[in-house]
């Protein structure tokens, strides 16, 4: 299900390699990690490899769109029952559904496009943080031993808050399901921090903080060891919820995907 099988998998091609039984998937899960729920990257990067399983292999990850429904569990695996919406020409789509102890954990729309020739355009990208003006960082985050990440110099929280740079220590299989499964997994460090109320430090003892829904648009081909810069900005604070979107360019300063999350905030 990884297209290109190397003699090594990857760390990530392993988190993505389950037993099947038609289109239903077990996901074993890590037995431990930080905190107490699964990370919400992590369980979102299985689904979609699930759902991209029963595509054609030419035809590559154009979009997912999911909801948190609650907290996974480590040590505990997952079932991922994928339906079979639709199957056309050029786009085919999947629903998927995480289901631990009986309940699910998420629900998971993607959709597959086969590749074709059109415009590519995007405006230029903002300013950001450069990369030489960027510190190293290894932030309290799930699987973070797993990256190279560099920060604002000011940017003195247990987590990572975009702007940022980010990469993968080791290559990920030369599988476009793969390295999207991979960028679904990173596109979850960083959301949270930013939607977080005006005036609301970024510190573990801040409130009560999780996602809720998240959603991710693949542009261009994303290679995973290589540096991107991770943009996301706050778009509004209502109802206990933070909205925020995310734009991920390479060093090239193409933009790779946009993404958007809502985040619930108590206090």
């Not at 992590?42 to 399983?53: M, P, T």
């Not at 991710?216 to 060891?225: D, G, I, Q």
């Amino acid at each position: 299900m990884t297209g290109v099988k190397p003699d090594r998998p990857s760390w990530m091609a392993r988190l993505l390699d389950f037993e099947r039984d038609g289109d239903v998937f077990r996901a074993p899960q890590p037995a431990a990690g930080p905190g107490t729920r699964l990370f919400g990257g992590l369980i979102a990067a299985q689904s979609l490899a699930a759902a991209g399983a029963t595509v054609a292999p030419d035809k590559h990850p154009q979009s997912l769109h999911l909801y948190f429904v609650r907290g996974g569990e480590y040590g505990v695996d997952v079932e991922l029952n994928v339906v079979r919406t639709r199957d056309g020409r050029s786009f085919d789509t999947r629903q998927v559904t995480a289901v631990q102890h009986g309940k699910t954990i998420l629900e998971m729309i993607a959709s597959f496009h086969r590749p074709e020739a059109g415009a590519d355009w995007h405006p230029t990208p903002p300013a950001g943080i450069e990369f030489e003006a960027a510190v190293p960082k290894t932030p309290d985050l799930g699987f973070a031993g797993r990256f190279e990440m560099r920060v604002t110099p000011d940017d003195d929280s247990p987590f990572a808050v975009p702007p940022f740079w980010i990469r993968t220590k080791a290559r990920i299989d030369d599988s476009p399901l793969v390295q999207a499964c991979a960028l679904t997994f990173m596109s979850d460090f960083g959301p949270v921090p930013v939607a977080r109320p005006p005036g609301v430090p970024v510190d573990a003892g801040s409130g009560y903080a999780a996602s809720l829904d998240h959603a991710v648009w693949f542009h261009r081909p994303f290679l995973p060891h290589e540096w991107h810069r991770y943009e996301v900005r706050s778009l509004n604070n209502s109802d206990s919820r933070g909205l925020v979107v995310g734009a991920m360019y390479d060093g090239a300063g193409s933009l790779v995907a946009s993404t958007t999350q809502e985040a619930l905030w108590r206090f």
